[in-house]
């Protein structure tokens, strides 16, 4: 049964404010000449901006004679990463409140301060957007092995004890590439079937095989959500969208996969809670596969006419000359999340509809 939590207050006062522990963590007006004091981005104390002293383990929840009641409130972990972004602009639009948890505010991997701030802000359900994927791609987590470690297999248990203890559910957003090419006798691999691209069965990247064990880990927890995501793209154009990379990699390797598009992915999370939709894992990904020839198809009709791109003659020369450790390529069955009613939009319709809705970079670092 959960525990009843203390109300949680938006600052509509004037003034600012950083945060008090030898008063309860009771926030309350700061001098100027503070000299720690430092911006924390924050959704669920949007306006007037609220600072903290780094000195400060973590922030609470308070109120002032002009505040209003939240009514929900979603934790969100890893906000500013590239998946944690698009899932905080969903809550946003969905009207909802966000209390962005950063590194800054609370150690991740304690389970006991995480809990206690998860209990003074109220949180109605955490989000975990946080873990290691590396950087430009799976590569680097070959030389990042403890990171890699602790952040897709450590980390999931230790936020799960953290919401057991606040009697709190969350959900966890992990990865489809546990698995790779399609399931024996075709179609896609459904949330049941075992990993076969996994430390145990011993022909994975290490990506790969940490968050087949963050699975694992999570595998008897009672109130957690799994949400599956595989190569993310949308029409923001970036270093982290499958898209932007097909269109500046040198080379490409012709495969099929299942894709998720984040903002879609973004809602179906969201809204797996919202509808009370069975706890477990989910595939989200948008319905359907495509090959790199495909996608690249769309993109030579759209946003890049007349792009010609080239391609390795196999796998085989794609791991001689361009990568140091095997590559999840697979397909997903989505039929358990489109039963959920939490489905996704087809691929080759989100592809489509990214490409016409494109920003380019440059745009975006304008505005």
Known sequence: MRPSLSPVFRVLAAGNYHSDNENGGIFRPFHPSCPQLGPVGGGFVPSPEVWRCDCFTFIQSFCSPNCVEIETLIALLGASGFVGSAI??????????????????????????????????????????????????????????????????????????????????????????????????GGGFREYDPP?????????????????????????????????????????????????????????????????????????????????????VYNLTNPGSITTREVCELISQTVAPGKEFDFFADEAEFMAVAASTPRSNCVLDTTKATQAGIGMPPIEDAIERALRNWIPEAALAAV
């Open 88 to 185: 905080r602009r969903e809550i946003h639009l969905a009207g909802l409140e966000v209390a962005p948890l950063s590194r800054r505010i609370v150690d991740y991997y304690n389970p006991a301060a995480l809990a206690e701030v998860l209990r003074g802000i109220g949180a109605d359900f955490v989000i975990n957007a946080a873990g290691y994927t590396g950087r430009p791609n799976v590569d680097a987590c070959e030389l990042r092995k403890t990171d890699c470690l602790l952040g897709n297999a450590v980390l999931p248990g230790r936020i799960n004890d953290a919401c057991q203890r606040v009697g709190i559910p969350w959900g966890h957003v992990s990865s489809g590439c546990v698995y790779t090419g399609e399931r024996p006798g």
């Open 196 to 280: 076969n691209f996994s430390f145990r069965t011993n022909n994975c990247s290490f990506y790969s095989g940490s968050k087949a064990l963050g699975e694992e880990v999570l595998a008897d927890a009672e109130e957690c959500y799994q949400w599956r995501l595989r190569i993310p793209f949308s029409e923001h154009d970036g270093a982290r969208n499958y898209l932007s990379k097909v269109q500046r990699y040198p080379r490409l390797l012709d495969v099929r996969n299942s894709l998720s598009h984040l903002g879609d992915f973004a809602k179906a999370c969201l809204a797996s809670w919202l509808k009370r939709v069975p706890y477990g």
